[in-house]
């Protein structure tokens, strides 16, 4: 079962019969049907989410959403996402402040607008798993996924830190941003909600990884750790490498380190869905399953397929 190849994105051009659309649905059916088998037969999944799955939840940065939350600050400054906007030189605090209090709280603190992680938790079920992501929207915590399987390496909008940084802590910013995003007018904060550094009177940052002043404070270094333990715990038999929305930004914290741990193992699998950019190398190509497709749409496909129980796995149970 570990033997099914299936991709889309690469067919020749031209054919008539069947239509392009139509094999590569076939495709996707097969490549989906693929890793329903795969999720079933695995001892352990480690699941690497990047960017592209919480835009797959709806949280986009641009557009109508970025219109509808942000209408005040495009008409004043011409901005054309949300993304970017965070880094405007603001003249005050209080101004930027209004900006990523909005930032933070719509993006981190507000359910997303769909419920992708959460049925990536129900696929999941009872599987020993893993998630390391790059995503610093916290969406996998707020639908319940347990802390200690969680790494998140690049931060979280809801955790502020020195901007110096003068001490490696960091602090939950959600009272302070609450405040923020009910009191603000006229697109300022009040200046007594601007946060400082308690230890050097700095003003505070966030704790996300955009240069070298981001804090790994002790919950980062302790997942960290949980990390590659998982990881060193896992290095035979049927893994399942599950990257999600990972995109090109950033591919050695995730991408690469999946396709070696595919390369060294022979019994794992790599599977791989995003909009519009999978691939894997040659080397693991026959044990990989791509699935060119919207990530949301592709969970609900996976949780209504039923699974064909395995000779020498443990018979799924209905997901
Ligand atoms: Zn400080």
């Known amino acids: 079962m570990f033997k099914k190849i299936a991709t889309v994105g690469n067919g020749a051009a031209g054919e008539t019969t069947p239509s392009y659309a139509d094999r590569a649905t076939a495709k996707v059916d097969l490549a989906i049907d693929a890793l329903a088998e795969a999720i079933a037969a695995a001892d352990a999944i480690v699941v690497g989410a990047g960017a592209g799955l919480s835009t797959?939840?709806?949280?986009?940065?641009?557009?109508?959403?970025?219109?509808r939350l942000?209408?005040?600050f495009i008409e004043r400054y011409g901005f054309h996402d949300m993304y970017s906007a965070g880094f405007h030189p603001y003249a005050t605090l209080e101004e930027q402040w209004a900006y990523w209090s909005r930032y933070i709280w719509y993006n981190r603190?507000?359910?997303?607008p769909k419920d992708?992680?959460?049925?990536?938790?129900?696929l999941l079920g009872d599987k020993d798993f893993f998630v390391i992501t790059t995503n610093v929207d916290h969406q996998f915590q707020r639908v319940g996924f347990p802390k200690e399987r969680l790494f998140y390496t690049q931060g979280d909008y809801g955790l502020w830190q020195c901007s110096v940084p003068c001490h490696a802590k960091t602090y939950d910013n959600y009272a302070t941003v609450k405040r923020m995003v009910e009191e603000q007018r006229d697109m300022h904060v009040p200046s007594e909600l601007v946060p400082h550094c308690p230890v050097c009177g700095e003003p505070m940052g966030m704790n996300l990884r955009a240069d070298d002043t981001f804090v790994e404070d002790?919950?980062?270094?302790?997942?960290?750790l949980r990390y590659r333990s998982f990881i060193d715990a896992h290095t035979t038999g049927r893994m399942l490498f599950l990257e999600l929305g990972v995109g090109a930004n950033t591919p050695g914290i995730i991408k690469y380190p999946f396709w070696r741990s595919v390369f060294d193992n022979g019994d794992a699998t790599y599977a791989c869905i995003n909009l519009g950019e999978t691939y894997a190398p040659s080397e693991i190509r026959t044990?990989?399953?791509l699935i060119d497709g919207?990530?949301?749409?592709v969970l609900d496909e996976l949780l209504a397929t039923t699974?064909?129980?395995?000779?020498d796995g443990p018979v799924p149970a209905a997901i």
């Open 109 to 112: 603190y507000e359910p997303a």
């Open 218 to 224: 002790e919950g980062w270094h302790e997942a960290a």
């Open 116 to 122: 992708s992680y959460a049925k990536l938790l129900r």
């Open 287 to 289: 044990r990989s399953i």
């Open 307 to 311: 699974h064909t129980p395995c000779a």
């Open 56 to 67: 797959s939840s709806g949280l986009t940065y641009e557009g109508e959403r970025f219109e």
């Open 294 to 297: 919207d990530i949301d749409a």
């Open 70 to 72: 942000f209408g005040d």
